[in-house]
């Protein structure tokens, strides 16, 4: 069973930075496609980022192109998103998730962490 545990979530104001962090276990994080998703208060859960196992290519959604930057340690098991100049709208919950094929819904998820962008 693969466990992803997100952490780094916080407070922060407009235009400042923030770097969250997945932690994989239970099955080596090579074998993943991994990503990064986003539900924002009354939305729906969106794809943020994609990172494939050996970590290029990635894509981006719109909203967070050439703002965020995803990327993985298959060593250490983790996988990172890099968010800079955030704004009011990144505010959301950010969820970590993991599939071992590179099509098709995401087999497992993190609990999520609280990103919250004041303005």
């Known amino acids: 069973q693969v466990q992803l545990v997100e952490s780094g979530g916080g407070l922060v104001q407009a235009g400042d930075s923030l770097k969250l962090s997945c932690a994989a276990s239970?099955?080596?994080?090579?074998?993943?496609?991994m990503a990064w998703f986003r539900q924002g208060p009354g939305k729906e859960r969106d794809l943020v980022a994609e990172?494939?196992?050996?970590?290029?290519?990635?894509t981006y959604a719109d909203p967070v192109k050439g703002r965020f930057t995803i990327s993985r340690n298959n060593i250490k098991n983790t996988v990172h998103l890099q968010m800079d100049s955030l704004k009011a709208e990144d505010t959301a919950v950010y969820y970590c998730?993991?599939?071992?094929?590179?099509?098709?819904?995401?087999?497992?998820w993190g609990q999520g962490t609280q990103v919250t962008v004041s303005s």
């Open positions: 990172i494939t196992w050996g970590g290029l290519p990635t």
């Open positions: 998730a993991g599939r071992p094929r590179n099509w098709g819904q995401y087999d497992y």
């Open positions: 239970g099955r080596a994080i090579s074998s993943l496609y």
